[in-house]
């Protein structure tokens, strides 16, 4: 059929975009709900819900994080991902009370233009498959250290003559101690499921659960996150494809070490002036989803920097999970609350 068809090429487009995230799990559609708008999230390893800053787009990672000193600050973003995709978003927050918050948002996820061939391979044009997401969240002070807050997101899709829409929620908790730039979180991300679908066939979200740790010691100026993922499952097995020849064909990787370490995220932020920031993250299932004989050495690793000017501030992070496909994010946000004062 010529529906079936189109369907099959945009899902490979698909699969070829998120290679990094979904390559060989499978589990689920709309993988990319776990792509962050945050340039500071990506150049620590894409995963992260600890993260206690002003940078109001780390909140599609725990809506927990957003909260009132967040008031008044717009921010979009923009990433060149694999497979000639472009993504784009845009977030606000305001207060709601003293103990309170909200932040809107939309995100944009493009894959590019695609050849649109029927069964018996007459070529009848091209197609641009997309998703986008509607969101909405609030938190709220529980008590000075212990932050709770819920997002619900819309998601509409379209693939050529095929649209479906799925609701989703996060629901988040964040303890944070100053005194010891202590943070601690838990989310349940992307519970929810389709409303409207491509076809009869049913696609699940990718429902998970993370836990998160971050801090820094004393006076170094290091701030140190493990994030845990893909909790709702053990066994995250990857196929290693050695060298491309007969003899070292690859194999199955399943063992504990392989299994613990894909789920975990590690990550470096140097804090030494409120002004600006590098950060180095190590995503060990990109690495091993990226696990062929033309894997990048740097496959895995991000980094990412970021500085302000007064109520201006701008954040970057590169990737490159593969030697054919880099990554570029990039961040803009402004804190209105001067204009919104006056």
């Not at 979904?22 to 340039?39: C, E, M, P």
């Amino acid at each position: 059929m010529r529906i079936s068809k189109k369907i099959s090429a945009a899902a490979l487009c698909l699969a070829l975009a998120f290679t990094g995230l979904k390559a060989q799990d499978g589990s689920s559609a709309y993988n990319f709900l776990n792509i962050t708008s945050s340039a500071r999230i990506y150049g620590l390893g894409g995963v992260n819900i600890t993260l206690v800053d002003d940078d109001i787009s780390t909140v599609d990672q725990n809506p927990a994080l957003m909260g009132t000193e967040m008031s008044g600050i717009v921010a979009i973003n923009y990433m060149r991902y694999l497979g000639g995709s472009n993504f784009a978003g845009l977030r606000y927050g305001h207060s709601a009370g003293s103990r309170g918050a909200w932040t809107a948002s939309m995100r944009y996820f493009g894959y590019g233009a695609m050849r649109e061939v029927l069964p018996d391979g007459t070529d009848v044009g091209s197609f641009s498959p997309k998703d986008i997401v509607f969101g909405g969240s609030y938190s709220h002070d529980i008590t000075d250290r212990l932050r709770g807050g819920i997002e619900l997101k819309g998601i509409y899709s379209s693939y050529a003559d095929y649209s479906a829409f799925a609701l989703a929620t996060d629901l988040g908790i964040n303890y944070y101690n100053p005194d010891r730039d202590l943070s601690l979180s838990v989310v349940v991300a992307n519970l929810g499921g389709q409303v409207k679908r491509f076809n009869e066939h049913y696609d699940r979200l990718p429902v998970d659960v993370r836990v998160g740790w971050s801090q820094s010691f004393g006076n170094f100026p290091v701030r140190f996150s493990v994030t845990a993922w893909n909790l709702t499952k053990w066994k995250l097995p990857y196929a290693e494809t050695g060298d491309g020849t007969d003899s070292n064909a690859g194999e199955m990787k399943e063992n504990f070490g392989s299994n613990l370490f894909r789920h975990l995220v590690f990550g470096l932020d140097l804090v030494a002036s409120p002004n600006y920031y590098l950060s180095l993250g190590y995503n060990y299932k990109t690495r091993t989803d990226m696990a062929t004989y033309s894997r990048n050495f740097i496959s895995g690793f991000s980094l990412g920097g970021g500085f302000r000017l007064r109520n201006l501030a701008i954040n970057l992070a590169l990737a490159q999970p593969h030697k054919s496909g880099t990554t570029l994010m990039f961040n803009l946000s402004y804190n209105l609350s001067d204009i919104l004062n006056r």
